[in-house]
């Protein structure tokens, strides 16, 4: 390490980190391609720590720490309780204000810099990349997946909806023991890329949807093709319904939501669906089966972790659908010991980190 990759972290930045359980914070300043560049590596317990790189702007730097710690972490608990031989991680470029001007050379050095770190990182698509990076990043290093060779996608968001797809039919088995979502009445917030291709998933096997989103167009697609009935987004919350499937923001369940909902059923990919993490326990009290958000929309990073591993797609969907099983073992867990799921899944997650 030369001079330029030591900096100080702000002392409440230091603190989260603790906090969450880290770790190391790696650091790389490129003056000649602009790269400025963060890894957080949240745990290795398990394995070497794999998560995507995102190459975007942030208002300042600790910003920019914040998110690799936040996004870090939660990589460490979708690959643990997934069973995945890895900790999690995150790589935060920060986007330059000047176009980059050669982004071979950028890229490359942040090839170099995975490098460097010896195979304790691999790094995946995330916002603000693509395949084409990750295959530019693959020149300097073997620690990379989402390649073009690899079968490297921009878009995780039908492995997403895959695993969401299993876990609620997990979850009406378990709680309306049927096997089939034959007539099945769903409520899902949000027609973005992961409720669209949730919404296709479920039509396709019988489902009955209703869905609400603010952005009218990407709402309008599902009603052209899957038939959904329309729901204003305040109301989604009371709506009669088997399942509630939040995919559209987090901190979607609180008090005021909780009590509202008539659903049987919580299943969706938004990320940190409690507003608090005692709200899990809420859920519970008033019978309400739910299935945790980092268990259940892992099937990106379940993807990117068998296709690194085996080159296989058709692994890959296997492992994706097999949250059908895992989350049915907590669904039961939580009923024998009468305890909420969140609870169940978390403490699973934190022994597998030898937390
Ligand atoms: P997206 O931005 O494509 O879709 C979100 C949709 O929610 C948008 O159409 C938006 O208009 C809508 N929305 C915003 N406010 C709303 C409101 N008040 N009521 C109803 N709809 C509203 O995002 P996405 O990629 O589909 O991801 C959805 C959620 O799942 C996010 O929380 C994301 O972090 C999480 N997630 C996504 C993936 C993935 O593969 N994309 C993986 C894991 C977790």
Redo the contacts with the bound molecule.
Sequence with gaps: MDDRTHFTVTDSLMRYAEFLGYGELHTKIDDKTGLKAFIAIHNLHRGPAIGGCRLMSYSSVDKAIEDALRLGHMMSYKAAINNLPHGGAKAVLIKPKEEIHDRNAYFEAFGDFINDLGGRYITAVDSGTSPHEMDIISRRTPYVTCTSQLGGNS???P??ALGVGRAIQAAVKFKMNQDSLEGVHIAI????????YLAKQLHELGARLSM????VK?LQRCIDEFNVTVVP?DD?YHLECDVFSP????AVLNLKTINQLQAKIVA????NQLAHHHYGALLHERGILYGP?FLI????LIHVAVTYAHGDLQKSTEQISNIYHTVYDIYERAKSENRATNEIAEQIARKRLGE
Excluded at 212 to 215: I, L, M, S
Excluded at 268 to 271: E, F, I, P, V
């Design positions: 878009d995780p968001s492995l997403t917030q949000g027609a973005g890329h992961v409720g669209y609400a989103d603010v952005n990407a987004p989604i995919c559209a923001f987090g969706g990919s938004a990320n958000d929309n892992a099937g990106g």
